[in-house]
């Protein structure tokens, strides 16, 4: 730690910090489903890349190994402590308190010594997807009798802004907490006859246009959507307004990328969510279409070529091949785009309530523009064919000019290439947070904070001491522990890809 001190005073004085900086060994993506428990999964990410650390740097796990700590035995227990101290956990918005697992926060861990050798192997009972089954735990009470998983947290260090978290994670080397307020995103499609599908007043919420669209039309279709891009990335667009809060794990910085929206620099998160479509209503939705990345693509080590290896993210249509007719019945070139360029090309409606395709056909994506006219520039133009189940084309449709988060929520890939192009489990699940959002965030509501845990690790925790340790049952850290192929991300060159040079 002295080290880590003594670095970070050298940057601050002789230089400014690193533009990039990423923990080496993050663990594999888990999901919290239906259930408001990013703040479990917050805590558990925490203790899970403390645990790997400490454990390879005192040869107690290889560097490809990792242990899984259990969500679920967690959540019933902080439930417990918060019942017993309601006064650590009455944060406001929280629903912990009032016994739920709905709703927490990272920093009340450090309030409660008690629960930790209480912290259990993922192998115990398995994390369930709904708030019916949120108590459910089978074996927990017998496994805490024989655990041998035991730490110490002697310190805790919390940061409110850009500069502090670098600046710790900096000091630490490991994955901090990151706690935040999320928005919705405002989105206003003018009633035009290109926009008319989404102006029924019966499905949609059609208000007066805001100032700088009323050139375009009186009244506009208000559509709320999410505070994210199909592709991993945080973003906002038009006014912005806190929907709540959402806790992840920080596993580094990068000054240096560049989201689509224009905002440079931001933070890595590990991130609990499914990479799915979520609807079925573009009306009706908080959550629409979400993508995740890897690490090192957030790093810019990776192309977007490269990426699509790892974490195709097939439900975006960023990541569409443009088929053209020919591609339609080319068979090996369909196995080329699956098999080597890793994308999708055919696709299905999913919501045909848009009127604007029908189920039982098959659709491809014959192109996709940005739209290059204000206020829309930040839009898609999409164009797709229609075949009928004989293979006969039967239309031509274009898309008015959209964000491709509703894109995605009108058409998505056929089942089978959706499961053919399933994003890693061990190195997707990242997101980016772009530092102009948590700057945009902090002068109105402030709501970031990140949260460092200083951990002592008991060698009894470890699998390979378990012979000094005979009252303990090591069973199911056995039955928890997994490897990474850490060499699975090959790095080439792009498209095309150099492969080898003669």
């Not at 990328?257 to 620099?265: A, P, Q, R, S």
Request: aromatic share 14%; glycine share 6%; charged share 25%.
């Amino acid at each position: 730690m002295r080290i880590g001190y003594l670095l970070l005073f050298i940057l601050l004085v002789y230089g400014k910090l690193p533009n990039k900086w990423a923990y080496n060994y993050p663990t594999n993506r888990y999901y919290q489903l239906d259930k408001g428990t990013c703040w479990a999964f917050g805590i558990i990410g925490m203790l899970e890349h403390s645990y790997r650390e400490n454990g390879i740097k005192k040869g107690f796990l290889k560097e490809d190994e990792f242990v899984r700590l259990n969500v679920q035995s967690f959540g019933i227990l902080m439930v417990d402590a918060c019942k017993k101290y309601p006064s650590v956990c009455n944060t406001p918005g929280d629903d912990v308190i009032f016994g739920s697992t709905e709703g927490g926060e990272i920093n009340w861990f450090y309030s409660f010594p008690f629960l930790y050798d209480k912290i259990l192997p993922s192998a115990v009972c398995p994390y369930t997807a709904t708030v019916d089954t949120q108590f459910e735990c089978n074996g927990m009470d017998e496994a805490l009798k024989t655990n041998p998983i035991k730490f110490n947290i002697t310190e805790m260090l919390t940061t409110y802004n850009e500069e502090q978290t670098k600046e710790l994670l900096l000091k630490v080397k490991i994955p901090i907490g990151f706690g935040a307020l999320i928005h919705d995103a405002k989105y206003y499609l003018p009633c035009t006859e290109e926009y008319k599908n989404f102006c029924d007043e019966s499905v949609y919420n059609v208000i007066e246009c805001p100032e700088n669209m009323k050139y375009l039309a009186e009244k506009c279709a208000y559509i709320v959507m999410p505070m994210y891009s199909t592709d991993g990335e945080f973003n906002y667009h038009n006014e912005i307004e806190p929907e709540g809060g959402h806790a992840m794990v920080t596993i580094g910085y990068n000054d240096e990328y560049v989201t689509h929206e224009g905002c440079k620099g931001g933070f890595i998160l590990k991130n609990s969510w499914n990479d799915t479509v979520y609807g079925p209503s573009i009306a009706n939705t908080a959550r629409g279409v979400r993508g995740s990345h890897s690490v090192k693509y957030f790093m810019n080590q990776l192309t977007a070529e490269e990426e699509r290896k790892v974490c195709p993210n097939a439900q975006d249509p960023m990541n569409w091949y443009v088929c053209d007719d020919a591609c339609v019945t080319n068979e090996e070139l369909h196995k080329t785009i699956v098999n080597e360029l890793y994308q999708a090309y055919k696709l299905q409606c999913v919501n045909p309530e848009e009127h604007f395709c029908e189920t039982g056909y098959d659709y491809y994506l014959t192109e996709l523009k940005a739209d290059s006219k204000s206020p829309m520039n930040h839009y898609y133009i999409a164009t797709f064919t229609k075949y009928d189940s004989t293979g006969k084309k039967v239309d031509t449709i274009t898309l008015p000019s959209l964000p491709t988060s509703i894109i995605g929520m009108i058409f998505t890939p056929v089942e089978e290439q959706l499961i053919k192009l399933h994003d890693s489990e061990e190195f997707c699940g990242h997101y980016m947070f772009p530092y102009c959002i948590l700057n945009k965030h902090l002068p109105f509501w402030g709501g970031y904070v990140g949260s460092h845990f200083e951990i002592e690790w008991d060698d009894r925790s470890y699998l390979i001491n378990k012979d000094k340790y005979p009252e303990f049952d090591y069973k199911f850290i056995e039955e928890s522990t997994f490897h990474q192929n850490l060499n699975l991300v090959d790095q080439k060159a792009g498209v095309p890809f150099l492969n080898e040079r003669i």
